[in-house]
């Protein structure tokens, strides 16, 4: 179970060093009674045990869909999200969540102690932003114990503005950066304006984390910006560009099995096994996509050294 209330807030503020106020209480009278058991109550030996400990929780949470949770095998949220670096008192940033797949963790994980928030593209008419922002809508509506404290803020995503400048610890986003180069149906290569967005909402030393699916080393983009692979080195430099500096790099999301020369590209294999029944089997046998795992800081800004006169 989640740790909640008071109990969750002491624990948070001992192993993140935040600090507590404490009411002043008359010492009691020396008891004749015997200890109690020193292992009936054993507190997290670290933050990251209990934030270990809270996603376990989560993960295994009656809220998240069956079908959702199948997924874990393929997309490994516990070690993805330990390696962002996630804790449950972060204000965390999701980009364009689709159907809530990583909502129902992390709205969750964050929910008593930390701030959620949901970013959704401002929808135009009728089409896949307006199904998944309304979807999302819902999903939070209709669960007010595990959501009820989720935020959403819609951009553009020609000029993004994800929050104000500096308030945010960690910016997540699952297989979106294919999305947003110059494949799109209006032309825009929007993705250079997301990530000078992501490094202005976070806060110094914030991290930005990208999981998205990787094409061969030595691909250029051009060659498979229709087939939803991404050069890892692309990736790398929009974020570079945008004032990132690459931090660690993770094979968590790896799949050797992707052979990435599929007729339909990316979406030839599951979840979306766009060619139906047409050999299902061996796309359902190689699983879902080869992704890079990329974790960037946000640099600290430089001290300012004290002129002497």
Do not use: C
């Not at 045990?49 to 996603?55: A, G, P, R």
């Not at 404290?149 to 929050?163: H, L, Q, R």
């Not at 990530?195 to 930005?208: C, H, I, N, T």
């Not at 359902?284 to 080869?290: F, K, R, V």
Request: aromatic fraction near 8%; hydrophobic fraction near 40%.
């Amino acid at each position: 179970m989640k740790a909640t209330g008071l109990g969750a807030a002491l624990l948070l503020a001992m192993l993140f060093g935040m600090p507590v106020m404490v009411n002043a209480q008359v010492a009691p009278t020396a008891s004749t009674e015997p200890d109690q058991p020193t292992d009936e109550l054993v507190p997290p030996t670290s933050a990251s045990d209990f934030t270990s400990s809270q996603l376990d929780s989560v993960l295994a949470g009656s809220w998240r869909s069956p079908a959702n949770r199948a997924r874990d095998v393929y997309r490994h949220p516990k070690a993805t999200l330990q390696f962002f670096g996630i804790r449950p008192d972060q204000t965390v940033v999701e980009i364009t969540p689709g159907g809530g797949w990583y909502s129902e963790i992390l709205a969750p994980l964050l929910h008593d102690n930390g701030h959620y928030i949901a970013a959704v593209q401002v929808p135009a008419g009728g089409g896949e932003a307006r199904r998944d922002g309304d979807a999302l809508h819902q999903k939070f509506s209709a669960d007010a114990a595990h959501y009820g404290k989720a935020k959403f803020v819609e951009f553009d995503p020609k000029a993004p503005v994800f929050g104000a400048p500096g308030s945010v610890d960690l910016v997540l986003t699952f297989r979106n950066v294919h999305n947003w180069i110059a494949s799109n149906k209006d032309g825009a290569d929007t993705a250079p304006a997301m990530f000078k967005a992501f490094f202005a909402v976070l806060r110094p030393g914030g991290v930005l984390g990208v999981v998205d699916h990787r094409a061969n080393d030595g691909t250029s983009l051009d060659a498979v910006k229709q087939s939803g692979y991404l050069p890892t080195r692309y990736v790398v430099q929009l974020a570079t560009a945008a004032g990132f500096t690459l931090d660690e790099s993770s094979e968590i999301n790896a799949n050797p099995k992707d052979t990435k020369d599929y007729p339909k590209g990316v979406w030839t294999l599951p979840p979306t096994l766009t060619l139906g029944e047409q050999d299902k089997a061996k796309y359902l046998a190689i699983g879902e996509s080869d992704r890079m795992t990329l974790r960037f800081i946000k640099p600290a800004a430089p001290a300012v050294s004290a002129s002497i006169h």
